[in-house]
């Protein structure tokens, strides 16, 4: 199993990005093995030791600025000195060397770029985050259109396995009716596509190139760690820098 994962898109050569897996790690079971989640219940050396780790398995120019997401729609802007309050569920930064990064562990990361290579951004979107407009407050801290903007979706729960009550079909679809072409009815409840969902929402603002899709962290055990699957579980993470 490949330790990371790396964006098949259209990425201007001074971006870098990649997704980890469960795998290249130091923790132990449940958490195993590369759990980069200080708030699961892991060991706090084992978890700052993988994050060490993962610096070189990346080839990282820094440490990430590991974000407190809290599933809201706040974006940190990283061009500046480091922030004292880190809670927010995006991160985007124009300076080279800046590492953003989504701590997933099911909800979708989803990363940016501008075509012309000076700014990007990751985005931590579960369903509340997504439908509150996470991604569209991502791309509006971009100073370029969203036309010109890349955007790749990472590992996440797939439509297989994601299932959700009414009131998410329902939130959804008052946006958009279109919505409910990613919705199929189990029961009393639905299935829902995250990917679809964050299409229509980002090509809704302009964006016409987006990329991913179709790694399922709850079916893909060995691969992934999921929540919904596992409950006390570690944390992947997707991240994105300049060189």
């Keep these: 199993m490949s330790e990371l994962i790396i964006p098949d898109w259209p990425a201007p050569a001074n971006v ?12 132990l079971a449940p958490w195993d093995a590369l759990n980069l989640g200080t708030h699961v219940g892991d060991d706090q050396a084992t978890v700052q030791a993988n994050r060490e780790r993962l610096i070189t398995l990346a080839d990282l120019p820094a440490m990430p600025v590991w974000l407190e997401q809290v599933h809201g729609t706040d974006v940190l802007r ?15 930064t124009d300076r080279a060397g800046v590492v953003c990064v989504a701590m ?13 290579g000076k700014q990007v951004a990751a985005a931590h979107a579960g369903w509340r985050g997504l439908h ?22 990472g590992p996440a729960i ?15 679809v008052a946006d958009n009716p279109q919505a ?7 029961g009393a409840k639905y299935f829902a596509d995250i990917w ?29 760690f999921s ?3 596992d409950g006390v579980t570690g944390r992947l993470a997707s991240l994105i820098w300049l060189i």
């Design 16 to 27: 870098r990005a990649c997704s980890t897996t469960r795998a290249g790690g130091v923790s």
């Design 196 to 224: 679809l969902l964050a299409r229509l929402r980002l090509e809704a603002q302009g964006v016409l190139s987006i990329s991913g899709g179709g790694l399922c962290t709850v079916t893909q055990a060995e691969q992934f």
């Design 104 to 116: 997933t562990a099911d909800c979708l990361p989803v990363l940016f770029c501008s075509q012309d």
């Design 78 to 92: 990283l061009n500046g000195a480091a922030p004292d309050d880190l809670r927010a569920d995006a991160a985007w």
């Design 227 to 229: 929540f919904r699957r």
């Design 158 to 172: 797939g439509p297989a396995a994601f299932e959700v009550g009414c009131e998410v079909f329902d939130a959804f």
């Design 132 to 153: 509150a407009g996470v991604l569209e407050a991502t791309l509006a801290s971009f100073s370029c259109p969203a036309g010109e903007i890349h955007a790749w979706l």
């Design 180 to 186: 409910a072409a990613a919705f199929k009815p189990v």
